[in-house]
């Protein structure tokens, strides 16, 4: 059960290829980048780390600015589909965080083959199904099924947030009941 269990001290958001020319191609591309602007807030007001990467940037564009301007932090380029490159390895160990939470794109390629790096390197993965997304529906539904039965969790944007505060009535809780509203 504690595979279930997100907490401040334990979780880090690994955000991966939202960029410029992809999500226009995307099947819910503008629902995902709402929820992981979210995301990106409710972290950044929590004081948790968020990396994130760009699928060959010269080719695909950038983080899209309303995301990379709330992170502040460089975004790790790459050109393989995995985002478990070593530079990524190395920030997610020198993190100390074990709960990996994954959003971005598409969920049956860079996030599939990074999910898969990650269960093998034996993290906590969380996939956030409403945050992920892929060209076609039958593309991301299955991408979630094989991310599934190779042992991550397969949550949403609103149970991850409200896991992590544990509890109403606090300033946090104020803040993400903001956001998500």
């Known amino acids: 059960m504690k595979k279930y269990k997100l907490n401040e001290d334990n979780t880090l958001l690994l955000m991966i290829d939202i960029q410029e020319r992809l999500v226009p191609a995307m099947n819910n591309g503008e629902k995902v980048v709402e929820n992981a602007k979210i995301l990106l807030t409710?972290?950044?007001?929590?004081?948790?780390?968020?990396?994130?990467?760009?699928q060959y940037p010269k080719g695909l564009g950038t983080t899209l600015p309303d995301l990379s301007e709330i992170t502040k932090d460089k975004a790790f380029e790459k050109t393989q589909f995995s985002a478990y490159t070593e530079d990524i390895k190395s920030a997610i160990f020198k993190s100390g965080k074990i709960n990996i939470l994954v959003i971005g794109m598409e969920t049956h390629v860079c996030v599939y083959q990074t999910v898969r790096a990650l269960l093998d390197a034996e993290y906590n993965v969380f996939v956030v199904k409403d945050c992920v997304a892929s060209r076609t529906q039958d593309n991301y539904e299955n991408a979630l099924d094989m991310m599934k039965d190779m042992g991550?969790?397969?949550?949403?944007?609103?149970t991850v947030l409200f896991d992590i505060l544990k509890k109403a009535g606090t300033k946090e809780f104020k803040l993400v009941s903001k956001l998500i509203k």
């Not at 007001?45 to 760009?54: F, K, R, S």
């Open 42 to 54: 409710a972290f950044k007001e929590l004081n948790l780390p968020v990396i994130y990467t760009e």
């Open 152 to 158: 991550a969790v397969v949550t949403n944007m609103e």
